[in-house]
């Protein structure tokens, strides 16, 4: 056993949990790099399989065009054309500073929440914000 009460493998080093903070934020980092990408190469976007066959926008529309706009620092045109993609974005991207700067200064990582209660609590609060941010979708893009 360590310290943390992992057991540590059979290289005796303990177990370090995964720092998702920087993972999700790095995946968001990536998708504004990519789409920046995207303008400058002068590649047009890609369709949207769902608007195409329902003419509805999907629950992520508008979302590419969000992260473009957070890449070009137009936090009001992100959050126009998808207000839960921008702010997923814009949070992720905050979480792994505050990560990597908790990392640099030697602190623990703040710990996930561990209550299946309070998980459950923040699945519904996601759940209702997307269906939320959805109906937006459906009243200004449609």
């Given at each position: 056993?360590?310290?943390?009460?992992?057991?540590?493998?059979?290289?005796?080093?303990?177990?370090?949990?995964?720092?998702?903070?920087?993972?999700?934020?790095?995946?968001?980092?990536?998708?504004?790099?990519?789409?920046?990408?995207?303008?400058?190469?002068?590649?047009?976007?890609?369709?949207?399989?769902?608007?195409?066959?329902?003419?509805?926008?999907?629950?992520?529309?508008?979302?590419?065009?969000?992260?473009?706009?957070?890449?070009?620092?137009?936090?009001?045109?992100?959050?126009?054309?998808?207000?839960?993609?921008?702010?997923?974005?814009?949070?992720?991207?905050?979480?792994?500073?505050?990560?990597?700067?908790?990392?640099?200064?030697?602190?623990?990582?703040?710990?996930?929440?561990?209550?299946?209660?309070?998980?459950?609590?923040l699945f519904?609060?996601?759940?209702?914000?997307?269906?939320?941010?959805?109906?937006?979708?459906?009243?200004?893009?449609?």
């Open positions: 056993m360590t310290g943390n009460g992992k057991a540590a493998p059979s290289g005796g080093r303990p177990v370090r949990p995964v720092p998702w903070a920087l993972v999700l934020g790095a995946a968001a980092a990536l998708g504004v790099l990519f789409t920046r990408l995207l303008d400058a190469a002068g590649i047009p976007w890609f369709a949207c399989p769902f608007h195409d066959l329902t003419g509805f926008p999907c629950p992520t529309c508008g979302g590419m065009r969000a992260l473009a706009a957070l890449g070009a620092a137009d936090f009001s045109a992100a959050l126009r054309w998808n207000p839960m993609v921008a702010l997923t974005a814009a949070g992720l991207l905050l979480a792994a500073v505050a990560s990597l700067i908790r990392r640099a200064i030697r602190r623990r990582p703040l710990p996930l929440p561990s209550s299946p209660r309070l998980r459950r609590a519904l609060l996601f759940a209702a914000a997307w269906i939320v941010n959805w109906a937006y979708l459906i009243a200004v893009l449609h």
